[in-house]
């Protein structure tokens, strides 16, 4: 097992990559504090983590709130003592041209995706400054590095989880405290679904056809199951990484090779 007796707090835990990293870190052996808005969802992630059940806590927790993203970090330190694992995964995607993208919209990506990863940090790096060790990893995207059609607002946010990753990076690393992003391309989680369904409805396309134009992004020519990006996440969180900060692991089937 090799996350045995590590502490591990995972956001956005109900769906897609977020579970099916709870499930993985499970099988390693993680004390998960697992979180996410979606409460029902977060319930059927726990149910789903067998014997593992008795090392994991649950918490609701939307990560705009910054009073209930510190309780969560509070809860993990109070529980165990310590984190070794913070991994800021919860994100949404909204996508559209940007003459028409409405602003409740931009303000919802910005709100979740960049000022989510700035709480979930800034009320974890106290402790991790102070235990001297540990591992941060945020969820960028493909999106960071290249545009998309229709994702501007969306390639912005995670173009600023990649610089924020980076900065962060550096004002971490005297403290022994490694911070990484992990950049997927099209994984088949219920954000890609959303997404390619609202944009064959604006194109006026069939789903089969938008998906098929995502699958043909990678050079492999499929998208990715969550289970691939969490194994990448894994990666990060152990210290067969243990040279690795400010890095971006791009796990997109190729994509931005391209
Ligand atoms: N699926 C992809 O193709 C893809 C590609 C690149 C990057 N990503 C990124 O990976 C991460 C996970 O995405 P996914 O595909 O698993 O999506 P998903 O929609 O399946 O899961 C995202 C989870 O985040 C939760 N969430 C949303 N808003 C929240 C909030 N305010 N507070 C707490 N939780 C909230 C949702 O309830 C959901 O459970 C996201 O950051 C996403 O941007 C996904």
Known sequence: MRLKDKVV???GAASGIGKATAELFAREGAI????DI????????FESLGEAKNNTFMMKVDVRNPSEVKAMIEKAIEMHGKIDVLIV???VVRVGPVDTFPDEDYDLLIDVNLKGTHYTCKYAVPYFKKQKYGSIITLASVAAHIG???HANYCSTKAGVLGYTRA????LAPFNVRVNSVSP???DT????GDVAKQARDRGLSYEVVRKEFEEEGVMGRWAKPEEIATGILYLATEESSYMTGADLRLDGGWTTR
């Open 9 to 11: 707090v995972l956001t």
């Open 32 to 35: 998960q504090i697992i979180s």
């Open 38 to 45: 979606d409460e029902e969802g977060l319930k059927e992630t």
């Open 89 to 91: 995964n919860a994100g």
């Open 148 to 150: 998309q059609t229709a």
């Open 168 to 171: 962060l990076a550096l004002d």
């Open 185 to 187: 391309g099209a994984t």
């Open 190 to 193: 219920p954000m890609l679904q």
